[in-house]
C-alpha cells in the first residue's frame, strides 16, 4: 500500500542548530511531495511542493526539501532554526495515478530558546 | 479570500449519541476533503468530494460516517452512533478543481471531538 513514514516522532533543537526531518515514501510510480506545518494554534498549511523538475524545493521561511528518487526520501531541512519554527511538520504524498493525498505521522519540533 | 470554514469548533458527546460538523470551503475550489486526525498521528482521509460526487471514500467507515455534499458547495459530516475510538479533530479541506495528486491543500481549523 503506498504510505509516507516520518521516523522522527519529537525532535528538540537550539536555537541556530541546523534542522533535518525525514520523510520515506513507498513506491507507486510518479509522486507528488509536500511538507504541511501546524503552528501552535493555527491551521495546517503548506510549507513547500515537490511536483516535477528540480528535486531542490524551496519554501517559505527558509525552508527546503530534496526529493531523491533513489532514496524515497524528502527530507525537509532549515540552516538555522529559530524558536517561531516550533510546530508540528507533515510529510505528505501523492500519486499521478490517485488523487489521494496521504500524510505521515508528524514530527513534533521543540525550539529551546 | 476567505479561508475554510468549519463548524463547530469543540463538542462532547457521550458514546453512542450523534454528531455532525459542517464545513464551507473556499469559493471556487471543487474538492473538498474530510480527514480525521487522531492525537498524535497525522491526518487520514476519510472522504474526497469533487464537486458533489465522491471520489475516495475508502477509509470511511460508513457503518457509522456519513457525508454528503449535495450542491457542490459546503459539506457535512456525520457519525451515528460515535465510539470512543472516534474522538479525534476532524479537518475539512479544499482545493482546485483537478483530480489530481498535484492539488494543494487549505485547511479549516478543525473541530475538536470529545467522546466520553
Known amino acids: 500500500a503506498q504510505s509516507v513514514s516520518q521516523h522522527n516522532h519529537h525532535v528538540i533543537l537550539s536555537e541556530a542548530a541546523s534542522l533535518e526531518l525525514g520523510c520515506n515514501y513507498s513506491?507507486?510510480?510518479?509522486?507528488?511531495l509536500f511538507w504541511y506545518v501546524q503552528y501552535p494554534g493555527q491551521h495546517l498549511q503548506l510549507l513547500l511542493k515537490y511536483f516535477s523538475g528540480d528535486p531542490l524545493v524551496k519554501g517559505i521561511k527558509g525552508f527546503e526539501a530534496e526529493f531523491i528518487k533513489s532514496k524515497f526520501s524528502f527530507n525537509l531541512r532549515k540552516p538555522s532554526v529559530q524558536w517561531s519554527d516550533t510546530a508540528e511538520y507533515f510529510c505528505a504524498g501523492s500519486y499521478s495515478s490517485a488523487s489521494k493525498i496521504i500524510f505521515g505521522s508528524g514530527t513534533r519540533l521543540s525550539i529551546r530558546p | 479570500e476567505a479561508g475554510v470554514a468549519q463548524s463547530p469548533r469543540y463538542k462532547i458527546i457521550e458514546k453512542r449519541q450523534s454528531v455532525a460538523f459542517w464545513c464551507n470551503p473556499i469559493s471556487g475550489h471543487a474538492t473538498l476533503y474530510w480527514y480525521q486526525q487522531i492525537l498524535g498521528q497525522g491526518p487520514k482521509l476519510l472522504i474526497q468530494?469533487?464537486?458533489?460526487?465522491?471520489?475516495?471514500d475508502s477509509q470511511l467507515p460508513k457503518d457509522r460516517f456519513s457525508a454528503e455534499r449535495l450542491k457542490g458547495v459546503d459539506s457535512t459530516l456525520k457519525i451515528q452512533p460515535a465510539k470512543l475510538e472516534d474522538s479525534a479533530v476532524y479537518l475539512c479541506a479544499s482545493s482546485l478543481d483537478r483530480v489530481s495528486g498535484a492539488n494543494v491543500l487549505t485547511f479549516g481549523a478543525g473541530s475538536r471531538l470529545t467522546v466520553l
Open positions: 513506491y507507486g510510480g510518479t509522486v507528488n
Open positions: 468530494f469533487q464537486n458533489n460526487g465522491v471520489v475516495d
